[in-house]
């Protein structure tokens, strides 16, 4: 949220409760005249689908601008939608907001409702005019899946938005040459062919820290890694063409800090010249680079065309299932004695370790406790073996693994 004309460009989706409904409630970018072409004219025509998809629309105008030209324009396109219409007035505090309430009417839209958003004014009347004006409801399925949460996140112009376009089958973000398009974190529900349902959230581009410089810029990127935070699985997608950048590493870094699964999509495959050098440049950067999430799977597509995204889906379902494993107790200390025995746990302080059992004490992502005595003293290299070794026998790819190392007190166990 910010006084800046012109910050929301994409459908910002929220549920609101009224009268014990959840009521998906949609912003959308501002209605402008602009060349279709244009940045302000594919957000308006991002504008327009959303009123087609809406089972109300609620058109606000500026009480101290007054009635304009545009509203007038825009009030007569919308009457021809043929949607229900809701007139609202912000800023409609004090009697000159008032009385642009009463010029509101010529309009033709019914009765305006008058509200100050900034200070709360008339807020409980609007809810109430929405609830009135919905459709009946339709009956919930209390026991409908939960939708998988991905979130798509990358460096600018990686092709986020396309990305999430191609998925739904709709242009529902707004993309173009401009970097930087996407400011807000915005979340849409997807139904699969098999009935899957998934929450795919587009996020703004992250770059480095030291070019983030405009408030707003800093409010995107607040929100794009807390909507990473909130994901079961993050789509990291990359420009293949220009290949795998420190930023992109460091974002890896950060899914891999949260615990999320983690994908990564070489986006704009169709551009790539020698696909087979790329693939090995790509292959080799991950392994020196991001060895601690060894095996994490790439995708390669084009979102522009749609070439190789019909894999993306099942590869995500893959990823949270790995996410989600639990390892049976007995398979995994006969795993844990093995390893024992392959490598033994080393001496520190001159005394070696007595590393003793191993269990899982969650998933999501898969987190292991080993006891023993002054295990907790357990090198970080002999600790990456354990991992990787983990990882390789029960079939781990990719996901952040966790191990735990507490030490036993047991008066019995041998020194």
């Known amino acids: 949220m910010s006084d800046i004309p012109g910050v929301t460009r994409d459908r910002k989706e929220a549920e609101a409760l009224l009268r014990g409904r959840n009521v998906m409630m949609v912003d959308t970018a501002g209605l402008e005249e602009s060349d279709p072409e244009s940045l302000y004219g594919r957000m308006r025509a991002s504008s327009e689908a959303a009123v087609k998809q809406a089972d109300l629309v609620l058109f606000v105008i500026d009480a101290r601008a007054g009635v304009t030209p545009a509203d007038e324009h825009f009030a007569s396109w919308l009457r021809r939608q043929g949607a229900p219409i809701l007139l609202v007035v912000n800023k409609a ?14 309009l033709g839209l019914g009765e305006p ?10 807020l409980a ?29 990358g460096r600018p112009n990686a092709g986020k938005s396309t990305l999430l376009n191609r998925l739904i089958g ?26 899957s349902e998934f929450e795919i959230v587009d996020t703004a581009g992250l770059r480095k820290k ?4 405009a408030d707003l810029e800093k409010m995107s990127v607040s929100a794009s890694i807390e909507a990473l935070k909130m994901a079961e699985v993050v789509i990291l ?71 190789g995204t019909d894999k993306l889906l099942p590869v995500v379902r893959e990823a949270y299932e790995v996410w989600n494993m639990r390892v049976a107790t007995g398979a ?71 191990l735990q190392f507490r030490g036993t007190k047991n008066p019995f166990a041998e020194d």
């Open 93 to 106: 505090e004090g009697r000159a907001g008032s009385n642009a309430a009463l010029e509101a009417y010529s």
């Open 113 to 122: 409702v008058g509200v100050s958003a900034e200070h709360g004014d008339g």
């Open 125 to 153: 009347d609007l809810m109430s005019e929405i609830a009135d004006r919905l459709p009946p409801a339709e009956e919930i399925d209390e026991n409908a899946a939960r939708p998988l949460k991905i979130t798509i996140v």
């Open 170 to 195: 709709e242009d529902r973000m707004i993309t173009g040459p401009e970097p930087g398009l996407t400011r807000d974190s915005i979340a849409v529900r997807l139904v699969d062919t098999d009935a």
């Open 210 to 213: 030291a070019r983030i410089e």
């Open 237 to 307: 997608a990359i420009d293949a063409v220009e290949g795998i950048h420190e930023q992109d590493l460091q974002i890896a870094r950060l899914v891999e800090r949260e615990g999320r699964a983690c994908i990564i999509v070489l986006n704009k495959w169709d551009a790539v010249v020698d696909r087979n050098a790329t693939r090995k440049a790509v292959g080799d950067r991950l392994q020196t680079s991001l060895a601690q999430m060894k095996g994490i799977p790439v995708v390669t597509l084009s979102a522009l065309t749609g070439l």
């Open 332 to 402: 995994l200390n006969r795993w844990f004695e093995a390893a024992l025995e392959r490598h033994q746990a080393p001496l520190v302080e001159g005394r070696r370790l007595k590393l003793r059992y191993v269990t899982q004490a969650k998933a999501r992502p898969p987190t292991f406790i080993i006891f023993g005595t002054r295990a907790e003293m357990t090198p970080e290299d002999y600790q990456r073996y354990l991992s990787n070794s983990m990882r390789d026998e029960f079939n781990l790819p990719g996901t952040p693994i966790r």
